[in-house]
T-cell receptor
Framework: KQEVTQIPAALSVPEGENLVLNCSFT??????LQWFRQDPGKGLTSLLL?????REQTSGRLNASLDKSSGRSTLYIAASQPGDSATYLC??????????FGKGNQVVVIP | NAGVTQTPKFQVLKTGQSMTLQCAQD?????MSWYRQDPGMGLRLIHY???????DQGEVPNGYNVSRSTTEDFPLRLLSAAPSQTSVYFC?????????????FGQGTRLTVV
């Protein structure tokens, strides 16, 4: 069974600090990885998608890396803002496009 | 494009009632799946489909049925609702082309079983 773990489960940082969110997965047979953001009571918003042939993807202040050999992905958010407060979900693609999700990193950015 | 559309957004059921959660996508994606999200448990796969006419069970399939008669639609049926099925349900569609894939999610259905 594919398992995805996200550490830390929750964190609070002062505004302006860089955020580092970690995701690890048990099976290196995953083929792609997607990071999502979820606000309380809302749906999933896709942030970044990393294909298996890539090692990282960037979008604005967000950067995500993927190391399949070590079973890890990291999401970096530069110069955090209060609007970045949300839960961040890591999802790994495995057989037949199924997704295995971590339980999320709940982030609070303090003004 | 509407993307992935789920209906209804909210639903309250009594124990023992049945209902169907609707999911439709207009992106011609082969793959569709249903997840439930519960506090402390993350999102878990209920059922998935790799194309019209083909479905399979995920991690938590008990109490749910699915069918896929068209590429666009993937309804999830609760046969006899139980309080343990109180959850937020998400439908997703995705493609797979030459090693590239991406998942798209509906806005979710918040279901309460009383």
């Amino acid at each position: 069974k594919q398992e995805v773990t996200q550490i830390p489960a929750a964190l609070s940082v002062p505004e302006g600090e860089n955020l580092v969110l970690n995701c690890s997965f048990t099976d290196s047979a995953i083929y792609n990885l997607q990071w999502f953001r979820q606000d309380p009571g809302k749906g999933l918003t896709s942030l970044l998608l990393i294909q298996s042939s890539q090692r990282e993807q960037t979008s604005g202040r967000l950067n995500a890396s993927l190391d399949k050999s070590s079973g890890r992905s990291t999401l970096y958010i530069a110069a955090s803002q209060p609007g970045d407060s949300a839960t961040y979900l890591c999802a790994a693609f495995y057989g037949n496009n199924r997704l295995a999700f971590g339980k999320g990193n709940q982030v609070v950015v303090i003004p | 494009n509407a993307g992935v559309t789920q209906t209804p957004k909210f639903q309250v059921l009594k124990t023992g009632q049945s209902m169907t959660l609707q999911c439709a996508q207009d992106m011609n994606h082969e793959y569709m799946s249903w997840y439930r999200q519960d506090p402390g448990m993350g999102l878990r796969l209920i059922h998935y489909s790799v194309g019209a006419g083909i479905t399979d069970q995920g991690e938590v399939p008990n109490g749910y049925n699915v069918s896929r008669s068209t590429t666009e639609d993937f309804p999830l049926r609760l046969l006899s609702a139980a309080p343990s099925q109180t959850s937020v349900y998400f439908c997703a569609s995705s493609y797979a082309e030459q090693g590239s894939t991406e998942a798209f999610f509906g806005q979710g259905t918040r279901l309460t079983v009383v």
